[in-house]
């Protein structure tokens, strides 16, 4: 996109007749316009103005001299003198296109955007199949903030010229601004195939192609790009984000150092570093280059918040809250940061409930802020007819959240077949055998994870989902700030969290009698639906795994075992278990956990048993495994121990349907009484102390008869089996009938109020209109 235009003349010059001094007038200036254009072209301004001023000399009244003038003006970066020559051009010939559009750009110069687009639109109106006139105007909508009437004007630009490359990379630009990512990768790839070495293009696709999950393509694109340029950083340090998603780590870590090698004080490179070590299990290194981050850039938020999730997950969670407040101290309203403090908060036995209360509804309040909420919906208020439903979750797949809910649909789609219609937003990119099972069970699946909040909602809207269910709470990858736009007249929260979510659009929390006792209510901001028998119903393993014989018969000693997260073995865990050890003597504790694979935490660990007086020669200390591995591993276990106040869910399952009892303590609140939901509908109630000194008198009693022991291992599969805990159909239909109870409630409520044409229900007989 250039000026316009350098006039060359094809009208007869030669004089004749009356008027020819005028016309010789014209002629010579005429012929210096054309040589100007050609001393322009050969990049000599200063000789081309000299042109365009003496045709202005000789005949003032010719338009095309005054613009050319103005275009060297204009090149020169003197915009405001430009605008001036592109005016007198207009006054002398008003219809003058390419004086509009030069106009609009002197104006654009000026950052008047809005006087720029009135010239560009003078142009088009002119000449309609302007086309740099259309993406200029595209560019001057953009520059106000209108970026759908620029998206519009750079469309009818490729309708007059479609091969107009840097169009296309506008567009797709522009569309990606816009959150409108399927369509802007087709523009950019379009731009790309036109101008393969355009590298600021190819960039942005590539960078697009890996936050939209398409990482082989994401790879091909920033491995081009980091190849022609070896020293820039963005581009290996991008090229090393897609390696990592890939699960390539040894090549995300080389380009990571590379790019520490030429920028070594680059703080995003060190984080990142950080995170690669962290997925490698260097849990150490990867803290290091968080540290070493965050001295580099020590107010930058998002640094002190990924220090605070690794000291977590690490099994340091006060020195990770530090690192979470520093962070919201630094970014008070950013929800990822809110988030983890909640979540890392209830590791943190000194932080009451009322105060995590009091933080959830921080974060309630600043995504209330950020949203603009429906309050009206054309979903037809008829209590018995099928309800759409949806499931928000980046955890539909190998994780707990699958592992629960994989069963439950299953059961739901062939109990409740015709009554519900299932519509999964999934917001993870990466695909697994559990997630393609759970994706089959559901009726439609969207991919959710490069959205918008705002988009999202608009898209749900745009399904008519009636009860929108969130699966994550503040957990990893959540899209809470989604549901404070109110896109569902019903939203419940369910499965993936334990506590509340703070956010007051969401309507009810689905708990059970067991785990949330009712004076604990006033902690939560959405109104507590009880399930009859239990909130959790876990799928059994489709792996075979035959539970072998108690192993204390013959290894003559007691094996103790948790397979929780090192994160929820605080110092007093340790110090009530290291009880539990001096109560049974020669017992021993196995634990497995994915921090163990690294030397350094297991030296942590027997350290920090050591000081409670447990030896070495007592721990069993194993890393992480394949889940059939994992699972086999609780033959070598007698007895389960249950942490506090952050209480096995997925564990405690998994250890019942391998036959090992798990010992819990009752706690008072949701979290803390998890393990006795699971317990007591799994028919153990003996194995639910009720302080801490229980806790180990009961260890100890269920240590000493191994009889019983062995002989509830033998039976536990099938008890459990046979319990609410696995019972996919039983509980369905509980499941069920809370949301069918959810949906009248909210149509009794409908009947009272006054109600738009528009959302009405649709006479009868006529469907819906199909997703």
Avoid at 199 to 215: A, P, Y
Avoid at 260 to 278: K, Q, R, S, T
Avoid at 389 to 415: K, Q, W
Avoid at 639 to 666: H, K, Q
Wanted: proline fraction near 6%.
């Amino acid at each position: 996109m250039g000026l316009f235009d350098r006039f060359r003349s094809t009208r007869d010059t030669h004089p004749t007749g009356e008027g020819s001094n005028i016309e010789d007038a014209t002629t010579s200036a005429l012929r210096l316009i054309e040589e100007g254009n050609a001393i322009e072209e050969a990049g000599r301004l200063d000789d081309a103005m000299s042109c365009y001023e003496t045709a202005i000399r000789v005949a003032p009244g010719l338009a095309r001299a005054h613009m050319n003038r103005g275009n060297i003006l204009l090149a020169r970066g003197n915009a405001e003198e430009a605008l001036i020559a592109y005016q007198k051009a207009l006054e002398l010939e008003p219809d003058y296109a390419a004086a509009h559009y030069n106009a609009g750009n002197a104006q654009a110069s000026l950052n008047d955007h809005e006087a720029a687009c009135a010239a560009y639109e003078k142009a088009i109106l002119l000449k309609p199949d302007f086309a740099d006139a259309h993406v200029a105007l595209g560019n001057a909508l953009e520059d106000t903030g209108r970026r759908d009437e620029a998206a519009a004007s750079y469309r009818r630009a490729l309708e007059i010229s479609p091969d107009y490359a840097e169009v296309h990379a506008n567009l797709g630009k522009t569309l990606l601004a816009l959150g409108h990512q399927d369509k802007a990768m087709a523009s950019l790839q379009r731009a790309v195939d036109f101008m393969p070495d355009d590298m600021e293009t190819l960039f942005v696709l590539g960078v697009t192609q890996k936050s939209r999950g398409e990482l082989e393509a994401a790879r091909s694109s920033l491995s081009k790009l980091e190849a022609s340029s070896p020293e820039n950083v963005d581009y290996k340090i991008h090229l090393g984000d897609t390696f990592l998603e890939l699960g390539q780590l040894d090549e995300a870590i080389a380009c990571y150092q590379r790019a520490i090698e030429i920028v070594p004080d680059h703080a995003v490179a060190h984080n990142n570093l950080g995170n690669a070590y962290f997925n490698l299990g260097q849990f150490a290194e990867a803290v290091a280059s968080y540290r070493r981050a965050i001295e580099l850039q020590p107010d930058s938020s998002y640094l002190h918040g990924n220090l605070g999730a690794i000291l977590k997950d690490i099994g340091q969670p006060l020195e990770g809250l530090k690192s979470i407040r520093r962070s919201l101290e630094l970014a008070p309203e950013d929800t990822s940061v809110r988030s983890n403090l909640l979540f890392v908060g209830h590791s943190i036995e000194d932080l009451s409930q009322a105060e995590l209360f009091e933080e959830a509804r921080i974060f309630g309040a600043v995504v209330a802020r950020r949203a603009t909420p429906e309050t009206s919906w054309n979903n037809p208020p008829l209590a018995d007819r099928r309800l759409r439903i949806g499931l928000v979750s980046a955890d539909l797949c190998f994780h707990p959240v699958g592992f629960f809910i994989e069963g439950v649909l299953r059961a739901l789609t062939a109990r409740a077949k015709g009554n519900l219609e299932f519509f999964a937003y999934m917001n993870y990119f990466r695909t697994d055998p559990v997630s393609e099972r759970i994706k089959a069970l559901c009726d439609h699946w969207r991919e959710v994870f490069a959205r918008s909040d705002e988009e999202t909602a608009r898209l749900i809207r745009s399904d008519e989902i009636d009860i929108l269910i969130d699966l994550s709470g503040h957990t990893a990858k959540n899209r809470l700030p989604l549901f404070a736009w109110k896109p569902a007249p019903v939203q419940v929260s369910w499965l993936g969290y334990f506590d509340t979510t703070g956010v007051a659009a969401i309507d009810y929390l689905i708990a059970d009698p067991w785990t949330l006792p009712e004076s604990e209510e006033v902690y939560f901001t959405e109104t507590i639906w009880r399930l009859p028998d239990t909130r959790l119903c876990f799928t059994p393993p489709d792996i075979d795994v035959t539970i072998r014989p108690l192993p204390a018969l013959t290894e003559r000693q007691i094996t103790f075992g948790c397979f929780n997260s090192l994160h929820k073995v605080s110092d007093a865990v340790v110090a009530l278990w290291a009880r539990v050890l001096a109560a049974v003597p020669d017992s021993r504790l196995f634990l497995k956990a994915r921090q163990l694979y690294q030397p350094a935490a297991r030296e942590a660990v027997i350290e920090q048993f050591g000081r409670h007086g447990v030896p070495q020669a007592r721990l069993i200390l194993e890393g992480p495994s394949i889940r059939a591995n994992y699972l086999a591993a609780y033959n070598r276990v007698d007895i389960g121990l249950d942490p506090f106040p952050y209480t096995g869910g997925t564990t405690t399952a998994e250890a019942l349907w391998m036959g090992v009892p798990v010992l819990t303590l009752s706690g008072q609140h949701f979290l803390p009484r998890q393990g006795v939901g699971l317990l007591m509908n799994a028919g153990l109630p003996e194995w639910v102390a009720s302080d801490p000194d229980d806790y180990v008198a009961r260890a100890a009693a269920h240590a000493g008869d191994l009889e019983k022991l062995a002989g509830l291992r033998a039976r536990l599969r099938e008890q459990v089996l046979a319990s609410p805990v696995f019972d996919a159909p039983r509980f369905a239909m509980h499941f069920e009938a809370a949301l069918r109870g959810m949906w009248e409630k909210w149509c009794s409520q409908q009947e009272s109020r006054p109600r738009s044409a528009e959302s009405l229900p649709p006479a009868a007989g006529i469907p819906r209109e199909p997703s």
